[in-house]
């Protein structure tokens, strides 16, 4: 229903999203915020790395001592789920080749992909799934200690790594110049 429903609230809006075939239009939109049974990767770490430090901690929340990003490896992954990943070519999506991306599809019937990927990685024998050491070539997760979250993005923006590249679209270059204010502003009141 959600495919149908976002198809025809795209009408009039510049792309016709009709004639795709329906993960595309899935990677499209998730791109734009849609919510969709897909994952969003990147092939890039500091992509990752941008994107676990780029939100601001809520002040409702306990303060967090780490970032995480997630890793797989693709080639392993791609001979035990060759229909895991899913590469769009559509060309309108300008933010998926800026952010170097590409998607995970849960199959059907799993939880989620980490259950997917054990589940799938046990049934062939290619690991047992007690055995932390042997899951993690496949899948893993990275903490990134949570002290310096403006200093990781300043770092990243001298990488040309922003909102301005990442989202080269109205909305990208809005965060890029909101994101400049707020250190302007910052400096200032330092000063």
Known sequence: RMH????????????????????EV?????????????????????????????KEDSGFEKPNPSRAIYFLDRSLLEGVLPDLFFEPSLGENSRLVNQAGLFSVTPDGNDNLVTAIINSLTDIGSINPDDPN?????????HIPNDDREGCLHMMQ????????LFPDPS???D???????????EHQLE
């Open 4 to 23: 149908g429903k976002f198809l025809l609230a795209m009408r009039g809006r510049g792309f016709d999203l009709s004639k795709e075939e329906q993960n």
């Open 26 to 54: 899935w990677a499209f939109g998730q791109h734009y915020g849609l919510a969709t049974p897909m994952l969003d990767w990147t092939e890039s770490p500091f992509v990752a790395l941008f994107f676990a430090f780029v």
């Open 134 to 142: 042997e899951l993690a070539r496949y899948i893993g997760k990275v």
């Open 158 to 165: 001298q990488m040309n790594i922003h909102h301005a590249n």
């Open 172 to 174: 990208g270059a809005s």
């Open 176 to 186: 890029y110049c909101n994101s400049w204010l707020a250190r302007l502003v910052e």
